[in-house]
Every structure is written in structure tokens, then in C-alpha cells.
């Protein structure tokens, strides 16, 4: 199992430039995560998906949309990236949203770090 | 709102002394507790949870930590630091006033000298 993967790795772009950062899980998860990490901070959550076929806002929406394309797949688009937008993006996927008054674990992929210049 | 506060932005230790990496946090409402770690240049793993049982919590890799209410503290420790503990450590809350999303404290590395 690869768990999950994102791609591309390293990716940099022109003030304005649009991308879609890709993710996908081998685990059947329910549940999939957005984030993005900056220096000095933690990880803030952009968007996320509870289930197939939902998508929701997290604290940190802006500038960016998300498609849950199927139970495996959940992409982040960038329509037009701003130099604010240069962070490292990680990607996440958990059994489920939450259980028992509690969320799931979550596991993450190895993260796209992108520089916007 | 629900907030973490990571005490120490570094904290170094030698080799075979123990760990202290400090979390304080706020919630209104029965949180969830976490510890994550990310080592160098790789994705995160989760350390231990605590969910409302027992206050302290054991986690994997020899790390332990413990729920304290009134003190609204979250410490992780470990009795004897080893080179292959080196690595950012991440404290986090959720609870249901932030719909279970997961807030993250700013994190601490931890060094570790030979």
C-alpha cells in the first residue's frame, strides 16, 4: 500500500498561474484533508471532505477550490496564485470524519512544496 | 475558540536524558488531544491521542503523555532521548465547537545532541 499520495512534489508559479495539486489514498477512507504549513505556524486546514460526494471549508478557504472526484482522489485547485500562496501542502486522509465525540486519526502524504513568485 | 500554545519552539536534549516538549490549550468543550510528529523531509504520524479515557496516554516509539484537566496541559515525555527522536513534534486539540477539524499548535523541534 502507498497510502497516500500527492503530486507533484515541488512545483513553482508565476503570480497569477493556476494548478491543481493532486492527492489519492489506497486505505478506502472515508474522509480526506487539505492543509497547508507554513514557517512558525501549524498546520492550517484549507479544506476537507467528510465523505464521497461532500466537500466543506475549513479556517483557511480562500483562493482555493477542492474536488473530491471520487472515494480515492481529492484535488486542490489554484485558480490564481499569490505570493501568499507559497507554503508546503499537505494532503490527508482518515477512516471516517469522527467516532464516538472524537476525530480519526489522519494520515498524511508527504507534502507539495510551492513556491509562488 | 479552541487554541494550542507550544511553550518551547526548540528544545535540545542529549542522548539518553529524558524529553519534556510542553502543550497548553484551550477548549470549552471535552477535547480530543493529539501529538504528531514529522521527522525531516517526510509526511506526519501520530504519536497518541487522548479521547476522554485514561489521562495518560502511551503512544508509539516510547513517548507518553498526560491529560491534565486542571492545569489544561498536554505534555509529551520520554524517559530517554534517542538520535532517532529528532524530529518537529505538533500538539493538537479538536473538539466539537470547530466541528472536530483538528487546530494546530506551532510545533517544537526537538534536537538531540550526541
Known amino acids: 500500500n502507498a497510502g497516500v499520495t500527492q503530486t507533484p512534489k515541488f512545483q513553482v508559479l508565476k503570480t497569477g498561474q493556476s494548478m491543481t495539486l493532486q492527492c489519492a489514498q489506497d486505505m478506502n477512507h472515508n474522509s480526506m484533508y487539505w492543509y497547508r504549513q507554513d514557517p512558525g505556524m501549524g498546520l492550517r486546514l484549507i479544506y476537507y471532505?467528510?465523505?464521497?460526494?461532500?466537500?466543506d471549508k475549513g479556517e483557511v478557504p480562500n483562493g482555493y477550490n477542492v474536488s473530491r472526484l471520487n472515494k480515492r482522489e481529492f484535488s486542490l485547485r489554484l485558480e490564481s496564485a499569490a505570493p501568499s500562496q507559497t507554503s508546503v501542502y499537505f494532503c490527508?486522509?482518515?477512516?471516517?470524519?469522527?467516532?464516538?465525540?472524537?476525530?480519526?486519526?489522519?494520515?498524511f502524504g508527504p507534502g507539495t512544496r510551492l513556491t509562488v513568485t | 475558540a479552541q487554541s494550542v500554545t507550544q511553550l518551547d519552539s526548540h528544545v535540545s536534549v542529549s542522548e539518553g536524558t529524558p524529553v519534556l516538549l510542553r502543550c497548553n490549550y484551550s477548549s470549552s468543550y471535552s477535547p480530543s488531544l493529539f501529538w504528531y510528529v514529522q521527522h525531516p523531509n517526510k509526511g506526519l504520524q501520530l504519536l497518541l491521542k487522548?479521547?476522554?479515557?485514561a489521562t495518560l496516554v502511551k503512544g508509539i516509539n516510547g513517548f507518553e503523555a498526560e491529560f491534565k484537566k486542571s492545569e489544561t496541559s498536554f505534555h509529551l515525555t520520554k524517559p530517554s532521548a534517542h538520535m532517532s527522536d529528532a524530529a518537529e513534534y505538533f500538539c493538537v486539540v479538536s473538539d466539537r465547537r470547530s466541528n472536530y477539524q483538528l487546530i494546530w499548535g506551532a510545533g517544537t523541534k526537538l534536537i538531540i545532541k550526541p
Open positions: 490527508a486522509s482518515s477512516e471516517a470524519w469522527v467516532t464516538s465525540g472524537s476525530p480519526y486519526e489522519q494520515y
Open positions: 487522548y479521547t476522554s479515557a
Open positions: 471532505s467528510a465523505s464521497e460526494g461532500t466537500t
